[in-house]
């Protein structure tokens, strides 16, 4: 079964800094993609950013972007120049190309001190 | 993106009722998907909702305790039967988008029963 592991529960970035989330995968198939949601206290989930398996390149958007080490099986989410916004809870989600349910990690609680 | 809808946004319910909360999407979508999420915890699948098929459990979710309907491409329902207080979550529904294996999510159900 494919887990998704998330080590830090809580992390806190001074607005304009530069943070990372950390994330690891167990996975044995060669065919999947990953994602970064976010959950503010609204509750609704967002999709922030996604990789595809097969792709080396590291996926960016705007302020985020990820570091994509498939053989050591790790995807870290980079959140640059922080803004208040930005405070939620990030969870790191994995989905394989034949299975189609999404396996969520734990969660990190980002707080961004002004 | 698709635009989703959940009905009713919160509620409070007594032990042993049910609940059935509806999800609507503004565009026809084949797989649609209901989570849980427990107080301070990550995202659970409960099940997959296919058109014109039984929807597919998770291992710990039964049809008796969670029924679900699919009775067309826009719309799914999930029914929390015969509540206790351990029921008590966000309920959460998705649709895959069309071509991608990403998920978008509904605002969520807050579930309280006492």
């Known amino acids: 079964a494919q887990t998704v592991t998330q080590s830090q529960p809580e992390m806190s970035v001074q607005e304009a800094e530069t943070v990372t989330l950390s994330c690891t995968y167990d996975?044995?198939?060669?065919?999947?993609?990953l994602f970064w949601y976010k959950q503010p206290p609204s509750r609704q989930m967002i999709l922030v950013i996604r990789?595809?398996?097969?792709?080396?390149q590291n996926a960016t958007e705007n302020r985020f972007s990820v570091n994509f080490q498939k053989a050591a099986k790790s995807f870290s989410l980079k959140i640059s120049d922080s803004q208040l916004g930005d405070a939620a809870m990030y969870f790191c989600?994995?989905?394989?190309?034949?299975?189609?349910?999404?396996?969520f990690g734990s969660g990190t609680q980002l707080t961004v001190l002004p | 993106s698709a635009v989703i809808s959940q009905k009713p946004s919160r509620d409070i319910c007594q032990r042993g009722t049910s609940l059935t909360i509806q999800c609507q999407v503004d565009?026809?979508?084949?797989?649609m998907f209901w989570y849980r999420q427990q107080p301070g915890q990550s995202l659970t699948l409960i099940a997959t909702?296919?058109?014109?098929?039984?929807?597919?459990?998770e291992s710990g979710f039964v049809i008796d305790k969670f029924p679900i309907s699919r009775p067309n491409l826009t719309f799914s329902t999930l029914t929390v039967s015969n509540m206790s207080p351990e029921d008590s979550s966000i309920y959460l529904c998705?649709?895959?988008?069309?071509?991608?294996?990403?998920?978008?999510f509904g605002p969520g159900t807050r579930l309280t029963v006492t």
């Open positions: 998705s649709v895959e988008a069309l071509g991608a294996y990403e998920q978008y």
């Open positions: 996975t044995s198939e060669s065919d999947y993609y």
């Open positions: 990789q595809e398996a097969y792709k080396q």
């Open positions: 989600a994995y989905v394989s190309g034949s299975a189609r349910q999404l396996t």
């Open positions: 565009s026809q979508v084949t797989m």
């Open positions: 909702a296919n058109q014109g098929s039984e929807a597919t459990y």
